[in-house]
């Protein structure tokens, strides 16, 4: 029987690496992706302005949600929501409700 190993869709962790899944919608099915803890994890804290919004992955700040693809992570006891931008999620945008990120960026992460 062979078996095909899969490492985190979000990073480089190799394969064999402990993984849940990360679930989104795609123009018309839920696509699903291999997730490790370490990326099921992440999160950027809230920026200062309510309607503002960064992204899970590198901190880049949008004034929409809808300009970052939402995640729904599943992994052991870990559950959640994670919104990536197009640069971080597997892909680039996987949703079709989406919008464009050049749009509504506000701010880079700091380097």
Same mark, same amino acid.
């Given at each position: 029987?062979?078996?095909? &190993?899969? %490492?985190? #869709?979000?990073? /480089? !962790?190799?394969?064999?690496?402990?993984? %849940?899944? !990360?679930?989104?919608?795609?123009?018309?099915?839920?696509?699903?992706?291999? =997730?490790? $803890?370490?990326? @099921? =994890?992440?999160? +950027?804290?809230?920026? /200062?302005?309510?309607?503002?919004? !960064?992204?899970?992955?590198?901190?880049? $700040?949008? /004034?929409? *949600?809808?300009? *970052?693809?939402?995640?729904?992570v599943?992994?052991?006891?870990l +559950? %959640?929501? *994670?919104?990536?931008?197009?640069?971080?999620?597997?892909?680039? &945008? @996987?949703?079709?409700?989406?919008?464009? &990120?050049?749009?509504? *960026?506000? !701010?880079?992460p #700091?380097?």
């Open positions: 029987m062979q078996q095909t &190993l899969v %490492g985190c #869709a979000f990073c /480089d !962790a190799p394969p064999g690496t402990e993984t %849940g899944e !990360a679930h989104t919608w795609g123009q018309d099915e839920r696509v699903t992706h291999p =997730i490790c $803890v370490d990326c @099921a =994890i992440q999160t +950027e804290p809230d920026p /200062d302005e309510h309607d503002h919004v !960064a992204c899970d992955g590198c901190g880049l $700040v949008v /004034d929409t *949600l809808a300009a *970052l693809t939402r995640f729904r599943e992994l052991g006891h +559950e %959640g929501p *994670l919104q990536l931008c197009a640069r971080c999620s597997p892909g680039g &945008l @996987a949703t079709y409700w989406t919008r464009d &990120l050049k749009e509504h *960026l506000v !701010a880079r #700091a380097e």
